[in-house]
């Protein structure tokens, strides 16, 4: 019976080990942290890029260890993935569960985009028109108003006329003007990453408005280079990230059944 027991107590233990260690995966950098993300669906292990997102991964590790004052231990221990678009991304992170709560502050994108290439990249082409990553809207109210102010142009009939000296200013501007414009500022110091499939990158409501909400790239996603903070990557778990997207999904791509995130914690 002795013996049984011992098997029994030794088979046990070997079992909880591998529970327990950590799979193996390859960084970008040994002296970045990884985090477990442990969800409802499974396992996911991220690579924090601690030297090129200083602020945000600071941020990121505190919210969810309970070291920031007056804010919820563990915040993001019992949150869910509110948001999930197959082929895009998955984000969770929101307090009330619903895409519009924060932790009571915001901070500022750490992102440089002369790295990133968007000082190279024109906003408009005489050939191609408009880049994509141009928003129309956007483009109207914060780049063709104050053009038009700038160059003195008050009516229709000045416009036609000027046409040609609007469509040369445009040429010459490229994307990193556009979102300076727009109210993004750039660091150069840092280093940035562009965001690709698997990164885990800040999500925000425009400039300088980051707080606690993330999201995981399914996809590619260059339309968002220089307004999104990338701060990690997933280094093992992937699956469970895209089997997250493929969730069935309601109103506001809330999936119909809670993906949650049981915790968040740097692994030793």
């Known amino acids: 019976m002795k ?18 260690t950590p799979p193996s995966f390859t960084k970008e950098d040994p002296e970045n942290p990884v985090c477990l993300i442990n969800t ?10 601690a030297k090129e997102a200083p602020v945000t991964v600071k941020n990121f590790i505190d919210l969810a260890e309970g070291k920031k004052e007056n804010i919820q231990k563990n915040f993001y221990d019992g949150l869910v993935f509110h948001r999930v678009i197959k082929n895009f991304m998955i984000q969770g992170g929101c307090p009330k569960r619903n ?18 290439g968007l000082n190279q990249m024109r906003i408009y082409d005489n050939e191609k028109g408009f880049n994509p990553m ?33 469509v040369d ?13 727009l109210g993004y500022k750039y660091n150069p110091n840092l280093k940035s990453h562009k965001p690709v499939k698997g990164s885990l990158a ?6 300088n408005t980051n707080g606690s909400q993330f999201f995981i790239n399914v996809a590619d996603t260059p339309w968002l ?3 999104h903070t990338v ?3 997933v280094v093992h778990g992937m699956d469970i990230v895209e089997k997250i997207s493929l969730q069935e999904v309601g109103e506001q791509d809330r999936p119909k059944t809670e993906v949650t995130i049981f915790s968040i914690r740097v692994q030793k």
């Open 134 to 166: 141009v928003d129309q809207r956007a483009f109207h109210y914060f780049i063709l108003g104050p053009l038009y102010k700038k160059m003195g142009i008050k009516s229709q009939e000045e416009l036609n006329k000027r046409i040609q000296e609007i």
């Open 99 to 116: 895409g519009s709560g924060d932790p009571g502050y915001r901070f500022e994108d750490e992102i440089n985009a002369d790295d990133l």
């Open 3 to 20: 013996l049984f027991y011992a098997i029994l107590v030794f088979v046990l233990t070997i079992s909880l080990t591998a529970q327990n």
């Open 202 to 207: 800040m999500a925000n409501s425009g400039p």
């Open 40 to 49: 409802s669906l499974g396992d996911i292990y991220v690579e924090l890029f």
């Open 231 to 233: 701060f990690g990557k």
């Open 169 to 181: 200013v445009l040429n010459k501007m490229n994307m990193k003007e556009y979102y300076e414009a």
């Open 225 to 227: 280079m220089g307004k």
